[in-house]
């Protein structure tokens, strides 16, 4: 059977930013089912809310210093986030390298944070359905801060060695930045949910 040559793609990238890479498209449908734990958990809060004959229960509203901190934080790194991705997105590694050392450090401030901010929510994960419902939803979120840490840690190392010099990883950096945009947006709902909301129940 005689075959012809069509178009040669050898040259074509192997990677993509964006809709372009089947990464993001995956990191899409991880944040998709993530965002669902999150809808169902604070359904859960209101509905509890809503049978309770007062809320919050046996305990006052939780302090606002850390959670505001950590809200304070998080909002902050959005422009550090937005500049590492357009760093990666032009493959500028050395602007790139320097934005995951921010992220680093934007991902590790909250975590050490929330561990005064359990305290502050003045109830115990088990002493009601309240303290269940709020350790719940505030563990969700720092299981995903820690994951995301984890995620930009490993890309940090890998952009200080030869692999750095990769476009996928640079895709890599562009597709984490993607998702700590979730990761702060969440926490926006979540800190009113904790915070706001049994100071204006109450």
């Known amino acids: 059977m005689k075959q012809r040559t069509i178009a040669d793609l050898s040259n074509l990238p192997t990677y993509g930013f ?7 498209w995956g990191t899409l ?3 998709s089912l993530e965002a669902t734990g999150f809808a169902l958990a604070v359904g859960t809060y209101f509905y509890l ?4 004959s007062g809320w919050p229960i046996a305990a006052p509203a939780p302090d606002l210093g850390a959670g505001t901190l950590v809200l304070i934080l998080l909002v902050a790194s959005v422009l550090p ?6 760093w990666a997105k032009n493959q500028e590694l050395r602007k790139t390298r320097l934005g995951l050392l921010l992220m680093s450090i934007f991902g590790l401030l909250p975590l050490i944070i929330r561990i ?9 994960w088990d002493q009601n359905a309240y303290g269940s419902i709020l ?6 979120h720092t299981f995903h801060l ?3 840490l984890g995620d930009t840690l490993v890309l940090t190392a890998l952009m200080f060695t030869r692999h750095g ?24 709902v979540l800190y009113l949910v904790i915070y706001i909301f049994p100071r204006w129940s109450a």
Do not use: C, K
């Not at 964006?18 to 993001?24: C, D, E, L, V």
């Not at 986030?81 to 357009?86: A, F, V």
């Open 29 to 31: 449908a991880f944040i």
């Open 116 to 124: 005064w901010e359990f305290r502050a929510l003045h109830v115990s």
């Open 135 to 140: 350790w719940l939803l505030l563990g969700l």
């Open 49 to 52: 809310e809503f049978v309770a």
């Open 18 to 24: 964006g809709a372009q890479s089947p990464m993001w």
């Open 81 to 86: 986030n937005h500049l590492t991705d357009r």
């Open 146 to 148: 820690l994951t995301d």
């Open 165 to 188: 010099r990769s476009g996928r990883r640079f895709s890599d950096v562009s597709d984490n930045a993607f998702y700590w945009d979730f990761v702060v947006a969440s926490w926006v």
